[in-house]
């Protein structure tokens, strides 16, 4: 893929900003003109912009990309003619605000698109070229669904906030509503933040069997591929997703960007895209589902994460994303919880809270938030039992070794067990604890944690490099 920029002056070759000019190649019909960007350390190229030979000797293909610069208005036509006539490249031109409605070869043809002065210097010239491609997808996807009465967006089966987030915005996309384009799952919703995320936004995802399926005419499948299910699935239409592909899945419409850190973000790009309205619900089932699935922009998010992110955090409705975080306590579980802290247990500056029989999991990670504030303090281990297994959450400040270290080397051999530097989290089955242990499992975590933190610990990395021999970080 090559960038190209056809010009009739200089200013071009300032606003692509100097990372941009050594992959971009610049063409223009005076050899003057030639000289200068030149000397200014661009790749330039002169001859007859209108014509077919350029284009021909340049052997300019699909995936080039052409942005048409040129001041005069009337040349400007003309060499975007050409360019749509010899070429089969997707095209930005730059027109100014009193032209953009007017009919011409920008606002005709599908492969190009007309774009401002401003949104250019604000956007960058290759942010707005891929706009362009992603606006002639959208073409492509909302052709898929024309006449097609049953849409059916198929998500994975315990859903996530990206899944939900991303199956809202494909239904705001084909313009349907729920009953025409159901959300759907063969599983349930289960984790609590994730059901309070549907109360609040009042979203509805139907549950159904894999025969259903037959019922629609179009099934999509959003952040998930087809492998995932355990069902045998008949041929899918849609596919949208940011998980590594592992199968060939033959479909309509396929977009997998494994680099991307949410499915949302690329929704989110052809909303933008289709210059499509934004509800304040939708934004914010977005902006919650690119900060739950990349660990609010730590984990595996790239700068089209952040772009999606910034571009909807002024729509979205903060207030609600506060409440879906933070897990409303069940009323059930205060005595439980008042209980716990009638005696927690504090080794050294290591603090154990055990909850006992819990109604929500999604409480121990809570506590042990709340835990890390006690006074001489630094890690904070909490425990509860759910559904006949013990959850447990360690925290610390991210000074000391890595948590999710740690807890592996203790809880691995019993159950899952893992995490990042300063929060980490394991689950066991109370049937993998013998007897006795799991008669009181809080004497049984507490031991083993401490085993590995007073012993194993010490060899295990520092979670930063520290002087020349340091340890790698986690
Ligand atoms: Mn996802």
Redesign the pocket.
């Known amino acids: 893929m090559r960038y190209i920029i056809l010009c009739d002056d200089e200013l071009p070759f300032h606003f692509v900003g100097p990372d941009h000019r050594q992959e971009i190649l610049f063409l223009c019909e005076d050899s003057r003109l030639q000289k200068r960007l030149i000397r200014r350390g661009a790749k330039c190229r002169c001859g007859r912009l209108r014509g077919r030979a350029l284009y021909q000797r340049l052997k300019i293909c699909p995936t080039d990309r052409i942005g048409v610069f040129l001041r005069d208005e009337k040349a400007r036509g003309q060499v975007l003619q050409a360019v749509m006539d010899h070429t089969d490249v997707y095209a930005i031109t730059l027109v100014e605000e009193r032209t953009r409605k007017r009919r011409s070869v920008a606002s005709m043809h599908p492969r190009v698109r007309s774009v401002l002065m401003v949104e250019l210097v604000q956007n960058g010239f290759i942010n707005e070229l891929e706009k362009t491609i992603c606006a002639a997808e959208l073409r492509t996807l909302r052709s898929i669904f024309h006449d097609q009465e049953r849409v059916l967006l198929l998500v994975q089966y315990d859903p996530d906030p990206?899944?939900v987030a991303s199956a809202l915005a494909m239904r705001t996309l084909l313009s349907r509503n729920k009953l025409s384009a159901p959300i759907a799952t063969f599983g349930r919703v289960t984790r609590p933040e994730n059901l309070a995320m549907l109360k609040l936004l009042d979203i509805e995802v139907i549950q159904i069997g894999c025969e259903e399926l037959e019922e629609y005419n179009r099934i999509v499948l959003l952040?998930v591929q087809p492998s995932h299910f355990r069902e045998e699935l008949p041929p899918v239409h849609v596919i949208i997703d940011?998980h590594p592909e592992n199968e060939n899945a033959v479909c309509l419409f396929k977009d997998i960007r494994p680099n991307y850190g949410?499915?949302s973000t690329i929704l989110q790009e052809y909303l933008h895209a289709g210059d499509v309205k934004i509800t304040q619900k939708l934004a914010t089932a977005l902006l919650y589902g690119i900060k739950t699935?990349t660990l609010l922009l730590e984990r595996e998010a790239i700068e089209n994460d952040l772009r999606a992110f910034s571009f909807l955090y002024p729509m979205v409705n903060h207030r609600l994303i506060r409440r879906m975080e933070r897990p409303q306590l069940p009323k059930e579980d205060l005595s439980v919880l008042s209980k716990a802290f009638h005696k927690p247990s504090i080794v050294e500056d290591v603090i154990f809270v055990h909850l006992d029989d819990l109604t929500r999991e999604d409480i121990v990670p809570y506590i042990a938030d709340f835990c890390l504030e006690v006074e001489g303090i630094e890690w904070a281990v909490v425990s509860g039992v759910y559904d006949r297994k013990v959850v447990v959450s360690a925290r610390n400040y991210g000074t000391t070794r890595s948590a999710g270290e740690l807890m592996r080397a203790a809880f691995s051999a019993y159950g899952s067990a893992g995490g990042h530097r300063s929060m980490a989290k394991a689950v066991i089955p109370l049937d993998a604890l013998n007897e006795k242990d799991a008669k009181d499992p809080q004497r049984f975590l507490r031991r083993r944690f401490l085993e590995v933190y007073q012993t194993t610990l010490k060899s295990l990395p520092l979670p930063r490099p520290v002087g020349k021999n340091g340890g790698k970080g986690d």
């Open positions: 990206d899944a952040d940011h949410a499915t699935d």
